[in-house]
């Protein structure tokens, strides 16, 4: 990850002479991180809602990002109902109560810039306290 992430790296040996491989993408507490110049994550081994929303929420996304997640969820619909009609899918998502990905992570990202906010407002207070 970083500016030289397309970079040949030499080989890396463990004590035993194994040969680490250098690959594109890691698994780290079920996140996989893809190989980028920034931070990165991919969703495709996604398989169900949870998974695929896990995490997200501290993953920089952009606009194309949330309409991918919502494409993904948008086809599972399409072919549950047997239906290429989106508005058909959004009647049946919302009579179902079900909100799409990228109104979730939205959300989730709010709540988790407040919790931040709350805590270094916390601490700046602990600190005001403090006697000089």
């Given amino acids: 990850m970083g500016p030289r992430n397309k970079f040949l790296c030499s080989p ?3 004590s035993k002479g194994n ?7 890691i698994r ?3 996140v996989y991180i ?5 931070f ?6 996604a398989n169900d809602l949870p998974i695929l929303l896990y995490g997200l929420e501290a993953c920089p996304l952009n606009k194309t990002n949330l309409r991918s997640l919502d494409f993904s969820v948008n086809r599972f619909f399409v072919k549950l109902f047997k239906t290429s009609d989106m508005h058909i ?3 049946i998502q919302l009579a179902f109560g ?3 990905p990228s109104d979730i992570i939205t959300d989730r990202i709010k709540t988790l810039l407040y919790k931040i906010y709350k805590s270094c407002d ?3 207070h602990k600190l005001s306290q403090l006697p000089l």
Avoid at 19 to 25: C, D, G, K, Q, R
Wanted: charged share 25%.
């Fill in 19 to 25: 040969v680490l491989p250098w690959v594109s993408e």
């Fill in 28 to 30: 780290y507490l079920g």
């Fill in 34 to 38: 893809k190989q980028s110049r920034n």
């Fill in 122 to 124: 916390n601490q700046l």
């Fill in 98 to 100: 079900f909100r799409p």
């Fill in 40 to 45: 990165k994550r991919s969703i495709d081994h």
């Fill in 89 to 91: 899918v959004t009647e």
């Fill in 12 to 14: 890396i040996s463990t």
